[in-house]
């Protein structure tokens, strides 16, 4: 593995900057050398914009549990969404925030206005038009008394209203770390796919009528080790969406009354890990990081040759460590994949030792599996999202630390705007309105 690293902090942007005014010159030349490695440094200005839209000022046994980029009034353009909760055990904590909206949605596209949403405490959460209206709907599940998964319905009118309509998908103790859509038995309707705090895999099939219609359930997985994150994609291209769980992958049985297949794909991977199914090299690839060991970051190409999986090493093991985000997108529109990881600043009430870095992998040359370190921040994020949240085409990235319980790390709902190729990189502000 052949890694440049680009660390976007104080001082790297000042001498950025100095190379404008003829003080350096060695940013914007193609064959320019890294003092610290020798290699090439990107040709093409790397710049994100940092600014914080929120502050958090709330109860220290909160937790940040999951944001979106979706739009959710329905006006074209991305909203930017958050939620918290507290942990599934801890009664005092739940009822002493139960009566409080812990969502909140910034209307776009400027991200000024703040909505607040939907009373209580829940885990987990994603965005599908669930009834086919056209509108965004929310499923998440909800934590301590009922454990019900539920789905809120989009009401059409999100400023005027915090309580939207609650429906019942499913009651029990399902407890949604992950929750993913996609269509597994090819009826043309998005199933939902959720990865439990409790070592589970559901699978739940949509109805023709979601409000008053049953949704199957399917018990698709269980681990009797704590086993997190989860993806879906066709990683053995037999045309139907599997399940990557963890370091493994559940196979789809076609019959989804019948057992899943448990496939490892790396032993001496953590049973925690991120992961993203996608083509990097012309066939379905996986992509793993470590969720909460040193893992690192990796990427995984099945060689039927060989029956097994060839691992690419991105992110080195022993440098990275509680990477609870992973996402994969063209950040530098070179046409190739980019990789898009983020430390957690704490894991559970344990703090992980800084820096926490915030970093995209640069997708140098996939055939030398050669990656550019390009490192936003080093504060964490947990959980964080990418997509373009200002309509120019090019991948942005929102996000926030877990908890307020270390106070050099706060919970702020931060976005990376991505200024790749515009203009000179430059020092990241913090600011408190876009």
Same mark, same amino acid.
């Given at each position: 593995?052949?890694?440049?690293?680009?660390?976007?902090?104080?001082?790297?942007?000042?001498?950025?900057?100095?190379?404008?005014?003829?003080?350096?010159?060695?940013?914007?030349?193609?064959?320019?050398?890294?003092?610290?490695?020798?290699?090439?440094?990107?040709?093409?200005?790397?710049?994100?914009?940092?600014?914080?839209?929120?502050?958090?000022?709330?109860?220290?046994?909160?937790?940040?549990?999951?944001?979106?980029?979706?739009?959710?009034?329905?006006?074209?353009?991305?909203?930017?969404?958050?939620?918290?909760?507290?942990?599934?055990?801890?009664?005092?904590?739940?009822?002493?925030?139960?009566?409080?909206?812990?969502?909140?949605?910034?209307?776009?596209?400027?991200?000024?206005?703040?909505?607040?949403?939907?009373?209580?405490?829940?885990?987990?959460?994603?965005?599908?038009?669930?009834?086919?209206?056209?509108?965004?709907?929310?499923?998440?599940?909800?934590?301590?008394?009922?454990?019900?998964?539920?789905?809120?319905?989009?009401?059409?009118?999100?400023?005027?209203?915090?309580?939207?309509?609650?429906?019942?998908?499913?009651?029990?103790?399902?407890?949604?770390?992950?929750?993913?859509?996609?269509?597994?038995?090819?009826?043309?309707?998005?199933?939902?796919?959720?990865?439990?705090?409790?070592?589970?895999?559901?699978?739940?099939?949509?109805?023709?009528?979601?409000?008053?219609?049953?949704?199957?359930?399917?018990?698709?997985?269980? &681990?009797?080790?704590?086993?997190?994150?989860?993806? $879906?994609? %066709?990683? !053995? #291209? /037999? +045309? =139907?969406? @599997?399940?990557?769980?963890?370091?493994?992958?559940?196979?789809?049985?076609?019959?989804?009354?019948?057992?899943?297949?448990?496939?490892?794909?790396?032993?001496?991977?953590?049973?925690?890990?991120?992961?993203?199914?996608?083509?990097?090299?012309?066939?379905?690839?996986?992509?793993?990081?470590?969720?909460?060991?040193?893992?690192?970051?990796?990427?995984?190409?099945?060689?039927?040759?060989?029956?097994?999986?060839?691992?690419?090493?991105?992110?080195?093991?022993? &440098?990275?460590?509680?990477?609870?985000?992973?996402? $994969?997108? %063209?950040? !530098? #529109? /070179? +046409? =190739?994949? @980019?990789?898009?990881?983020?430390?957690?600043?704490?894991?559970?009430?344990?703090?992980?030792?800084?820096?926490?870095?915030?970093?995209?992998?640069?997708?140098?040359?996939?055939?030398?599996?050669?990656?550019?370190?390009?490192?936003?921040?080093?504060?964490?994020?947990?959980?964080?999202?990418?997509?373009?949240?200002?309509?120019?085409?090019?991948?942005?990235?929102?996000?926030?630390?877990?908890?307020?319980?270390?106070?050099?790390?706060?919970?702020?709902?931060?976005?990376?705007?991505?200024?790749?190729?515009?203009?000179?990189?430059?020092?990241?502000? /913090?600011?408190?309105?876009?």
């Amino acid at each position: 593995m052949s890694v440049n690293r680009i660390i976007l902090t104080e001082n790297i942007w000042l001498l950025m900057v100095a190379n404008l005014m003829g003080l350096a010159g060695v940013a914007q030349r193609a064959d320019a050398q890294s003092p610290a490695t020798g290699a090439a440094i990107s040709p093409t200005p790397w710049r994100f914009e940092h600014r914080v839209l929120l502050d958090y000022s709330i109860d220290p046994d909160a937790m940040n549990g999951e944001c979106a980029i979706v739009d959710i009034d329905g006006a074209g353009h991305p909203d930017l969404w958050w939620s918290c909760y507290v942990f599934l055990t801890d009664k005092a904590a739940y009822d002493r925030q139960k009566d409080l909206y812990q969502m909140a949605w910034y209307k776009g596209p400027d991200f000024k206005q703040i909505f607040r949403m939907h009373k209580g405490v829940t885990h987990g959460g994603n965005w599908c038009d669930i009834n086919g209206d056209g509108r965004m709907d929310l499923v998440t599940g909800l934590a301590i008394e009922s454990h019900d998964l539920v789905w809120l319905e989009n009401p059409g009118h999100c400023e005027r209203t915090r309580d939207w309509p609650m429906h019942l998908i499913h009651h029990g103790e399902v407890d949604p770390d992950t929750i993913l859509f996609g269509d597994l038995n090819h009826d043309g309707r998005l199933d939902i796919v959720v990865q439990s705090f409790r070592n589970d895999v559901h699978v739940l099939l949509a109805p023709a009528d979601p409000i008053d219609g049953k949704w199957e359930i399917f018990h698709a997985g269980h &681990s009797d080790h704590p086993r997190t994150g989860a993806s $879906i994609g %066709d990683v !053995d #291209g /037999d +045309g =139907d969406l @599997d399940i990557v769980w963890g370091r493994g992958w559940l196979e789809n049985p076609d019959d989804l009354r019948l057992p899943w297949k448990d496939h490892v794909i790396d032993p001496q991977f953590g049973y925690d890990a991120q992961s993203v199914v996608v083509d990097l090299d012309r066939h379905p690839d996986v992509v793993l990081a470590g969720e909460e060991g040193f893992d690192g970051v990796a990427w995984y190409n099945w060689d039927a040759v060989q029956n097994k999986w060839l691992k690419h090493q991105i992110a080195p093991a022993k &440098s990275y460590s509680g990477l609870h985000s992973l996402r $994969i997108a %063209d950040f !530098d #529109g /070179d +046409g =190739d994949m @980019d990789v898009f990881t983020a430390e957690m600043a704490m894991s559970g009430y344990i703090a992980q030792e800084p820096p926490h870095k915030v970093t995209v992998w640069e997708n140098v040359d996939i055939k030398k599996n050669e990656w550019r370190e390009h490192i936003l921040a080093e504060t964490g994020s947990h959980n964080a999202r990418v997509g373009d949240i200002n309509g120019d085409g090019l991948p942005d990235v929102i996000g926030s630390n877990w908890n307020n319980r270390l106070k050099e790390y706060p919970m702020k709902a931060e976005i990376w705007i991505n200024r790749i190729g515009q203009g000179p990189s430059t020092r990241s502000e /913090d600011r408190t309105k876009p």
